[in-house]
T-cell receptor, first 115, second 114 residues
Framework: DARVTQTPRHKVTEMGQEVTMRCQPI?????VFWYRQTMMQGLELLAY????????DSGMPKDRFSAEMPDATLATLKIQPSEPRDSAVYFC?????????????FGPGTRLTVT | KQEVTQIPAALSVPEGENLVLNCSFT??????LQWFRQDPGKGLTSLLLIQSSQREQTSGRLNASLDKSSGRSTLYIAASQPGDSATYLCAVKEWNTGFQKLVFGTGTRLLVSP
């Protein structure tokens, strides 16, 4: 049963601490997306990778956020330093390009609370 | 800039009712439109995907339609059940500087009571 996995599922941290979220895309998928979901803004795209290369991170606050793909089975999203306004659910999704539908498959999310 | 709106924001119905969720988008140049379901504290589950050349898709009690020219989609749920209670999100896929981008609506929170 192929699915996207994310760790940790929940994270509570204090303001100023570094947070690292991890995502394992579905084996064979060559695209990875990071989204953030908040009550106010809904779901927003933060970053997009294809074949491990970042193609778009225009939705990401550059001063504190960074996204990488050390290898094809791992994507990371880091926040340093974290702030209370970063509290949200962070979703990773993966997909295959090209394909007929370009469908994205979502992980369960990491719920981040910054106090 | 593409904007996706979902109406109503919340809906409460008794079990057995047929219901319609609405989604509208401002830019009709889309690749496809997708409906997702999100249960509290969970990720997104894809329900139906309609390509831009299609008019509708059906899966079980769900039927989604797409009118690209008017920028609208509807999700019809027949004979609703308490297990259908969840937030329903629509998302349009568009080309953005060479890659496929999903733009989400803010969702409709559905409660089906027994």
């Amino acid at each position: 049963d192929a699915r996207v996995t994310q760790t940790p599922r929940h994270k509570v941290t204090e303001m100023g601490q570094e947070v690292t979220m991890r995502c394992q895309p579905i084996l064979g998928h060559n695209t990875v997306f990071w989204y953030r979901q908040t009550m106010m803004q809904g779901l927003e795209l933060l970053a997009y990778f294809r074949n491990r290369a970042p193609l778009d991170d225009s939705g990401m606050p550059k001063d504190r956020f960074s996204a990488e793909m050390p290898d094809a089975t791992l994507a990371t999203l880091k926040i340093q330093p974290s702030e209370p306004r970063d509290s949200a659910v962070y979703f990773c999704a993966s997909g295959l390009v090209p394909s007929v539908t370009y469908e994205q498959y979502f992980g369960p999310g990491t719920r981040l609370t910054v106090t | 800039k593409q904007e996706v709106t979902q109406i109503p924001a919340a809906l409460s119905v008794p079990e057995g009712e047929n219901l319609v969720l609405n989604c509208s988008f401002t830019d009709s140049a889309i690749y496809n439109l997708q409906w997702f379901r999100q249960d509290p504290g969970k990720g997104l589950t894809s329900l139906l995907l309609i390509q831009s050349s299609q008019r509708e898709q059906t899966s079980g009690r769900l039927n989604a339609s797409l009118d690209k020219s008017s920028g609208r989609s509807t999700l019809y749920i027949a004979a609703s059940q308490p297990g259908d209670s969840a937030t329903y999100l629509c998302a349009v896929k568009e080309w953005n500087t060479g890659f496929q981008k999903l733009v989400f609506g803010t969702g409709t929170r559905l409660l089906v009571s027994p």
